[in-house]
């Protein structure tokens, strides 16, 4: 279950399953369905059809098969035919025997290729009635027993042609990559069952929203950061006059929030948080109308305040701490009126000018050493911008020294990786420890690491 709640967060996951029955197979033009009748008779014995099949047995995952549990669920069955080796016997009947690459260059792509499969992939549906007709054993009964939903089933069954097994570096001296069939003809044909399926952020698309900035965090990347900052519907407190825990909505923070795609994600991933965004930039760069018809367009909980300031004045942040005291929910905050969660892409390099004729310069900081310095101010002066226990996620640009006196002749703000981090010090006196860091290759030049802290006063 937990798995699966997790893959349900998860934006760069199409779906999860579980694995009733595998067969290696050598696809052959003459015996297109070798394989299927033994593969039916594990997914009768694997223990993970059980509740389709009336089998009543305990072995199945319960937390998976919770849809199912009923009489009338409904199923369905689908193929998804991704053999390679097929494709290049279908090719070579058609007199083309250029050999396929996944690894393919220009040339390559040109004389041939891979099918592309993704969302949109479609497997021939008289392969997908034929191998129906091979699984009867398995398919007889559980038709018998519930009716088939093409469109939304409560269960989704699934034969997936062309797998191959990962290397297994202790039995194969020199294994082959995934897709390599120089090693061998041998693919493998997995029966599944879905039990959850990853976040669907095509909604989020910057070319679907309203409020589009010159430099729109993608939908993967908010969403990422949203889940790596641990943002929930709910968080416990506990204060010093409180006999027993309070359950209250999570609070969170954006301190640079552009065109708040870090915030749609969070109101989308956690329906009952409360969020809360600052923006320097004038209206005429991000307009606050049209933040909140990008939120009312997806039927997502409408931030509880956008400010129009700098997160670096201590009013501004005042304002922010207020916005969820004051709210629909504010006897939560009686406690505490901090954020659980600050998650950032702060305004590095090209971004939007702050008025019409000049940029921010009154300052040579990174963003996130502003950041940083803000929080250790109103820690000092006892009133905290971060709850001890909750967490600040932010994206940090790096670029390749070579390219960095270039970049500034163009009047813009990148930093190497150093240049943008908080120091030791200022990460200590802001009451935060240092988690960890990874690195997305943006091209050959340029990077950006999510960095993480958490907050320990």
């Known amino acids: 279950a937990l798995l699966a709640r997790a893959a349900e967060r998860c934006a760069t996951v199409r779906s999860l399953h579980l694995v009733a029955g595998s067969v290696d197979v050598i696809p052959n033009g003459s015996e297109e369905f070798r394989g299927y009748e033994e593969l039916a008779r594990l997914g009768l014995r694997s223990g993970v059809l059980d509740d389709l099949l009336d089998t009543h047995s305990n072995t199945a995952d319960d937390d998976a098969n919770d849809k199912a549990n009923a009489s009338s669920s409904s199923w369905c069955f689908r193929l998804r035919d991704y053999s390679i080796i097929r494709q290049q016997q279908q090719r070579a009947s058609k007199g083309n025997t250029l050999p396929l690459t996944l690894h393919h260059t220009n040339d390559v792509q040109k004389k041939g290729k891979y099918h592309k499969y993704g969302k949109a992939m479609k497997s021939s549906l008289s392969r997908e009635r034929a191998s129906i007709s091979h699984l009867r054993q398995l398919m007889d009964p559980i038709g018998d027993a519930h009716p088939v939903d093409l469109k939304q089933p409560d269960v989704c069954l699934y034969a997936m042609e062309g797998m191959r097994s990962l290397p297994n570096p202790e039995v194969d001296a020199d294994p082959k990559l995934d897709g390599d069939t120089e090693g061998g003809d041998t693919e493998r044909i997995v029966l599944t069952r879905e039990i959850a399926r990853g976040r669907m952020i095509s909604a989020f698309a910057p070319n679907t929203r309203i409020c589009v900035t010159t430099t729109p965090l993608p939908p993967v990347a908010a969403f990422t950061i949203c889940n790596i900052a641990l943002i929930r519907n709910e968080v416990v407190i506990r204060g010093s006059e409180l006999h027993e825990s309070i359950h209250r909505r999570c609070n969170v923070l954006d301190p640079y929030v552009g065109s708040a795609s ?128 909750g967490r600040l996620v932010a994206y940090v640009p790096h670029m390749e020294e070579t390219d960095k006196k270039q970049t500034f002749e163009k009047n813009m703000t990148t930093m190497t990786l150093m240049d943008g981090l908080p120091s030791d010090g200022l990460i200590r006196d802001a009451g935060l420890r240092f988690v960890t860091m990874r690195e997305q290759i943006l091209s050959s030049r340029l990077s950006r690491w999510l960095v993480i802290y958490d907050c320990i006063r």
């Open 262 to 389: 870090t915030l749609l994600a969070a109101a989308h991933l956690s329906p009952k948080c409360q969020t809360v965004g600052i923006e320097l930039a004038h209206s005429g760069h991000v307009n606050f109308d049209h933040i909140i018809q990008d939120f009312d367009a997806r039927n997502l909980t409408r931030p509880a305040a956008l400010i129009r300031g700098d997160c670096r004045s201590k009013t501004v942040r005042d304002e922010a701490r207020n916005s969820i005291r004051s709210g629909k929910h504010g006897e939560d905050y009686k406690y505490s009126a901090a954020f659980d969660v600050i998650v950032s892409d702060p305004p590095y390099g090209k971004r939007e000018r702050i008025n019409d004729d000049s940029t921010n310069t009154d300052n040579n900081h990174a963003p996130l050493v502003d950041l940083f310095t803000a929080i250790r101010q109103d820690l000092e002066a006892g009133t905290p911008l971060l709850n001890r226990g």
